[in-house]
């Protein structure tokens, strides 16, 4: 339309872009739901979805990613994963917890097969359904329990935003700030954190109490 109009073919239009339903997001899970969600897979014989679940959690990682993850993109001496063709087109590395490494190590690895043996993001979302809906938990999608929880404990633990960033792969601090991060209780964590940095008041300047 734009060039139609440079051409002399018509006048100028104006379309205004529609307004979509937002996508609902989920909420990173805390602690709590995750430490719940993994017992619950523990107890009843699941362990490539509970290490699937911790891979997202502590790497960052997508869930395409980690549901592309083989055998020979891990090296469990190194506590080195390799991500292959990620979004953005370029492999990443990921560091693996001690724990991962455990989880891993337990559920084997071989070379040209799925170490988590699932396929597609849909197989892992409606997994994470059934869990939850047996565990009693709210339902939290792979892409909350995954990149989004990272991203939140990375700064709720202190890291700097561009080291968080680069652990993850992300590129730009927009995006990483406003799609990923979630606070809770932020006022209340910065109360808390005034009052172990502020000194204590000199008794001469306190104001006695009234009878």
Known sequence: MTHAHEMGW??????????????????????????????????????????????????????????????????????????????????????LSQELVRRIRQIGLKPGERVFGQRCRHNVNDRLRCVCRRAGLDYKSSHAVGRAAFATNALNMGLGIRTAMDAGGWRTARVFLEVYVHTAAAGKAVADRIDQTFPPPRRDWLIPEAA
């Not at 104006?14 to 739901?33: C, F, N, T």
């Not at 790497?59 to 990620?86: F, I, P, Q, W, Y």
Request: charge should be positive; hydrophobic fraction near 35%.
């Open 10 to 95: 018509c006048s100028y239009l104006k379309i205004r872009a529609l307004r979509g339903q937002p996508a609902k997001r989920y909420p990173p899970p805390d602690q709590e739901w995750l430490s719940t969600f993994i017992a619950f897979c523990d107890r009843n014989r699941l362990p490539k979805l509970a290490a699937l679940i911790l891979f997202m959690n502590h790497t960052g990682a997508r869930v395409s990613e980690a549901t592309a993850l083989c055998g020979e993109h891990v090296d469990l001496n190194g506590r080195v994963a390799l991500l292959v063709k990620t979004k953005t087109d370029r492999n990443s590395e990921r560091h």
